[in-house]
């Protein structure tokens, strides 16, 4: 039982960490650093001369250092791919009883095969840009439902967890509200990004800093919601913190943790939008989105829990 | 912060620096070699006006080499070509040359009308006649391209040249993702030509 509650837990950081080796190869422009999947210009492991290549394949394309950015994050992908395996049969062995746990882990294996073939679609449609979103957005449910089972598998060996605290019963439309303007933040994110993409294609000498003022409305959009999600995160701190009784420390942790996240995304994002578009901080940026998406759904699924036991 | 808050940031720090390092990297390795500078050539364009190879000087150069009634692969090609000169429209050191590969078809009359047919309105876009021998010669010792069986037997590339003359990299002319790195290539040339 504690080596899967060991493997829910390394499963979920491997994957955050996929997400952002992802998000890597994405800011650093090497999505077609290997032109065929799965190979990387037909070979296992990645040419490094421009002699190794394949007679089909057009040698402009090769660039060695972009080959081996995309091909770490193959080779990191299928690494998560394997470790979700073994948690999956780790699950079905110990929590075959519990459906939560087991449908979870099944499904966050499924997509994670799914996310496989969607990265070969990408490299088939040379980056479609609604591909590329689809690719994170199955990312972040993947990475949520590990979560999930993680934070299920703690309950299990810890079943007290919970039971003394008491937080306000009324909190659902506040969970519901938060959850649903963090994907239509996320989306509005990655559309910024696409149209980014749009301009530096059209443009192609623009520099960074002239960018973002290219950009239309939606970029205000994201700003907007963005202030709206801080409140959101605020309210239910105050929730989950100050008007319940006994919070555990999972919970004060965690509202915590969201509320101060966000306040960093608002400066990060305005630093995007009024001094450059960094790479660097683009990455961070998405990449803290996700930790937002998590960290929101752990309080959610303890406040659930509390509520549980009450009743 | 406790010692697992303190660990996490470590973490964090090293990934900043390590993805820091893995942009850098990213970003300096579009490096383009000089291949060989273009040969000395005379040709005239379609409208009859002389162009040689110094008219390639202080410019970014994208060359390919076609014929107007061409129906296999010329069509992507000159897609693709169109569409590059209408993204790099504000770019005024970069130009585009198409070189006819059948000059007893292609006269500049038919060339002009082809530019028109194709939406060329500037300067930018030139397509270039000479006789069938000269137009070998440069094709296959001046750009080491196959040029045997002309006009069915042309190359599909689209060839870089940078302001100085020089012959920098080759293109598949009707390949997508080719496509994303010349467009990637040419605006680091035209940096290049500012510096």
């Given at each position: 039982?504690?080596?899967?509650?060991?493997?829910?837990?390394?499963?979920?950081?491997?994957?955050?960490?996929?997400?952002?080796?992802?998000?890597?190869?994405?800011?650093?422009?090497?999505?077609?650093?290997?032109?065929?999947?799965?190979?990387?210009?037909?070979?296992?492991?990645?040419?490094?001369?421009?002699?190794?290549?394949?007679?089909?394949?057009?040698?402009?394309?090769?660039?060695?250092?972009?080959?081996?950015?995309?091909?770490?994050?193959?080779?990191?992908?299928?690494?998560?791919?394997?470790?979700?395996?073994?948690?999956?049969?780790?699950?079905?062995?110990?929590?075959?009883?519990?459906?939560?746990?087991?449908?979870?882990?099944?499904?966050?294996?499924?997509?994670?095969?799914?996310?496989?073939?969607?990265?070969?679609?990408?490299?088939?449609?040379?980056?479609?840009?609604?591909?590329?979103?689809?690719?994170?957005?199955?990312?972040?449910?993947?990475?949520?439902?590990?979560?999930?089972?993680?934070?299920?598998?703690?309950?299990?060996?810890?079943?007290?967890?919970?039971?003394?605290?008491?937080?306000?019963?009324?909190?659902?439309?506040?969970?519901?509200?938060?959850?649903?303007?963090?994907?239509?933040?996320?989306?509005?994110?990655?559309?910024?990004?696409?149209?980014?993409?749009?301009?530096?294609?059209?443009?192609?000498?623009?520099?960074?800093?002239?960018?973002?003022?290219?950009?239309?409305?939606?970029?205000?959009?994201?700003?907007?919601?963005?202030?709206?999600?801080?409140?959101?995160?605020?309210?239910?701190?105050?929730?989950?913190?100050?008007?319940?009784?006994?919070?555990?420390?999972?919970?004060?942790?965690?509202?915590?943790?969201?509320?101060?996240?966000?306040?960093?995304?608002?400066?990060?994002?305005?630093?995007?939008?009024?001094?450059?578009?960094?790479?660097?901080?683009?990455?961070?940026?998405?990449?803290?989105?996700?930790?937002?998406?998590?960290?929101?759904?752990?309080?959610?699924?303890?406040?659930?829990?509390?509520?549980?036991?009450?009743? | 912060?406790?010692?697992?808050?303190?660990?996490?940031?470590?973490?964090?720090?090293?990934?900043?620096?390590?993805?820091?390092?893995?942009?850098?990297?990213?970003?300096?390795?579009?490096?383009?070699?000089?291949?060989?500078?273009?040969?000395?050539?005379?040709?005239?364009?379609?409208?009859?006006?002389?162009?040689?190879?110094?008219?390639?000087?202080?410019?970014?150069?994208?060359?390919?080499?076609?014929?107007?009634?061409?129906?296999?692969?010329?069509?992507?090609?000159?897609?693709?070509?169109?569409?590059?000169?209408?993204?790099?429209?504000?770019?005024?050191?970069?130009?585009?040359?198409?070189?006819?590969?059948?000059?007893?078809?292609?006269?500049?009359?038919?060339?002009?009308?082809?530019?028109?047919?194709?939406?060329?309105?500037?300067?930018?876009?030139?397509?270039?006649?000479?006789?069938?021998?000269?137009?070998?010669?440069?094709?296959?010792?001046?750009?080491?391209?196959?040029?045997?069986?002309?006009?069915?037997?042309?190359?599909?590339?689209?060839?870089?040249?940078?302001?100085?003359?020089?012959?920098?990299?080759?293109?598949?002319?009707?390949?997508?993702?080719?496509?994303?790195?010349?467009r990637k290539d040419i605006a680091n040339l035209v940096k290049e030509s500012r510096s």
């Amino acid at each position: 039982m504690q080596i899967f509650r060991t493997f829910t837990i390394l499963s979920t950081g491997l994957t955050y960490l996929l997400i952002f080796i992802g998000g890597m190869v994405r800011v650093a422009g090497a999505g077609m650093g290997c032109p065929d999947w799965p190979r990387c210009f037909g070979r296992w492991i990645p040419p490094t001369r421009l002699d190794q290549l394949p007679e089909h394949i057009d040698p402009a394309k090769f660039n060695i250092v972009l080959a081996w950015i995309e091909y770490s994050n193959r080779l990191f992908g299928a690494i998560v791919g394997l470790s979700i395996a073994i948690t999956l049969y780790l699950g079905l062995k110990h929590c075959s009883h519990l459906p939560r746990i087991k449908w979870a882990l099944i499904i966050a294996f499924l997509l994670t095969l799914f996310e496989g073939w969607l990265g070969s679609v990408l490299v088939d449609t040379v980056l479609n840009p609604l591909t590329i979103t689809l690719h994170l957005f199955f990312a972040l449910i993947i990475v949520m439902l590990l979560l999930f089972a993680s934070q299920e598998a703690y309950y299990l060996l810890n079943p007290n967890a919970e039971n003394k605290s008491q937080y306000p019963s009324e909190m659902k439309w506040l969970f519901g509200m938060m959850a649903f303007t963090l994907l239509v933040e996320v989306v509005l994110g990655t559309e910024i990004r696409g149209g980014l993409e749009m301009i530096r294609k059209e443009n192609p000498m623009i520099e960074s800093q002239f960018l973002i003022d290219m950009l239309g409305p939606f970029k205000y959009a994201h700003s907007i919601l963005g202030f709206l999600i801080t409140i959101l995160s605020v309210l239910i701190w105050h929730g989950l913190v100050k008007r319940s009784l006994d919070p555990s420390s999972l919970m004060v942790q965690t509202s915590t943790l969201t509320v101060l996240l966000i306040l960093l995304q608002i400066v990060l994002g305005e630093i995007l939008v009024f001094f450059e578009v960094i790479p660097l901080i683009q990455l961070f940026h998405l990449w803290i989105a996700s930790w937002i998406l998590g960290l929101v759904s752990i309080q959610y699924v303890a406040w659930q829990r509390s509520r549980l036991d009450y009743e | 912060m406790n010692r697992a808050g303190y660990h996490v940031l470590l973490i964090i720090i090293v990934l900043g620096l390590g993805a820091n390092w893995v942009i850098e990297k990213a970003n300096n390795s579009h490096d383009i070699p000089i291949l060989k500078p273009v040969p000395q050539f005379s040709f005239f364009n379609q409208r009859g006006e002389p162009f040689t190879n110094e008219n390639l000087e202080f410019k970014v150069t994208i060359l390919d080499f076609m014929f107007t009634s061409c129906a296999g692969p010329c069509p992507m090609m000159t897609l693709n070509m169109s569409n590059l000169y209408k993204d790099f429209d504000d770019v005024k050191e970069v130009q585009f040359v198409s070189i006819t590969v059948d000059p007893v078809v292609d006269t500049q009359e038919k060339l002009r009308e082809y530019a028109e047919l194709i939406g060329v309105d500037d300067g930018r876009w030139q397509f270039l006649w000479s006789d069938m021998d000269a137009i070998k010669d440069l094709k296959k010792n001046g750009f080491m391209l196959f040029a045997d069986d002309l006009p069915q037997g042309h190359a599909i590339k689209f060839v870089l040249i940078d302001h100085k003359g020089n012959i920098r990299k080759y293109f598949d002319g009707t390949d997508e993702a080719s496509q994303k790195v010349l467009r990637k290539d040419i605006a680091n040339l035209v940096k290049e030509s500012r510096s």
